[in-house]
């Protein structure tokens, strides 16, 4: 299972077509309310450990963020070994607050 920094995952997805690649933010759903990455989706974690296989297809990557990188590395571990072609974003929402340089959203 890899990890890749905020910019290189949405450089990943903007050279993707939309159907290889998708972004999931795996936190609660009021926290990805109050501010998340435009065009993700928002499945938190509890989705990914106990019913992948309704949110995921195994010919599609998918790149896990969080708020800081915990949740979802455990939720990409969980996924890489069920087979899903899965990455773990770096630092999170933190990561992605600085990119755009923003203070966290939180």
Not at 19 to 26: C, G, Q, S, Y
């Amino acid at each position: 299972m890899d990890s890749m920094t905020i910019q290189d995952v949405l450089r990943h997805i903007e050279s993707a077509s939309t159907n290889d690649a998708e972004l999931i933010d795996v936190r609660e759903k009021d926290e990805f309310e109050a501010g998340h990455v435009p065009g993700s989706r928002n499945v938190p974690l509890m989705g990914v450990l106990l019913n992948p296989d309704n949110f995921f297809d195994k010919a599609k990557t998918y790149y896990l963020i969080c708020e800081s990188g915990g949740r979802s590395l455990c939720g990409a571990e969980h996924l890489h070994e069920l087979g899903f072609q899965v990455i773990n974003v770096l630092g999170g929402m933190e990561a992605y607050w600085n990119y755009i340089g923003k203070r966290s959203q939180a």
